[in-house]
């Protein structure tokens, strides 16, 4: 079955700590992968996407990720948090037009 | 561009009544998404449209719940009757796809949350 599975629910960190989230799917054939990011009280927001080409993806406010397809992984990074990257931050994974989301990681970036 | 509109921002209705909410897609895109986001469940697809046909619904949970989408620029979601286990947030997304694979950004409106009493 197809599936998308973020391991940590809750990660805290102190301003200037290095993020990395994780993400790990399950789906036959080419993907296309995404990381959305969403902001307390918002909506969802794109941070990067992969399709093909380069697995280093770089995206907007200093993050990236990186599509290791042998491990079936696209995890998120950031060298450098910021108090204002406080968000939930979802992986999600497509090869049609279905997205299929894993379950956030709730981000708490404290001052 | 506005972005995807959605409105109401915020519902709170009693059990039993019939909720109705709406979404008006970017323009020029051809495909709308319905979700709904909870605690327990994350962020579930309900209702797949492209070029204003249902493409799928197998999310939408139960005949309660009916979407249609008149024309390309508004669709509409409603839940009749509302149940407390129906309370959520609800987005709906739209993207410029192709008839096959999705490989665009799928853009989110602000959402609208829903409390059912």
């Known amino acids: 079955a197809q599936s998308v599975s973020q391991h940590n629910h809750h990660v805290i960190l102190s301003e200037a700590a290095s993020l990395e989230l994780g993400c790990n799917y399950s789906?036959?054939?080419?993907?296309?992968l995404f990381w959305y990011v969403q902001y307390p009280g918002q909506h969802l927001q794109l941070l990067l996407k992969y399709f093909s080409g380069d697995p280093l993806v770089k995206g907007i406010k200093g993050f990236e990720a990186e599509f290791i397809k042998s491990k079936f992984s696209f995890n998120l990074r950031k060298p450098s948090v910021q108090w204002s990257d406080t968000a939930e931050y979802f992986c999600a994974v497509t090869g049609t037009y279905k997205y299929i989301f894993g379950t956030g990681t709730r981000l708490k970036v404290l001052a | 561009d506005a972005g995807v509109i959605q409105s109401p921002r915020h519902e709170v209705t009693e059990m039993g009544q019939e909720v109705t909410l709406r979404c008006k897609p970017i323009?020029?895109?051809?495909?709308l998404f319905w979700y709904r986001q909870t605690m327990m469940r994350g962020l579930e697809l309900l209702i797949y449209f492209n070029n204003n046909v249902p493409i799928d619904d197998s999310g939408m949970p139960e005949d309660r719940f009916s979407a249609k989408m008149p024309n390309a620029s508004f669709s509409t979601l409603k839940i009749q009757p509302s149940e407390p286990r129906d309370s959520a947030v609800y987005f709906c997304a739209s993207s410029m796809t192709s008839g096959g694979p999705s490989y665009n950004e799928q853009f989110f409106g602000p959402g609208t949350r829903l409390t059912v009493l």
């Open positions: 789906y036959g054939g080419t993907v296309n």
């Open positions: 323009s020029g895109h051809n495909s």
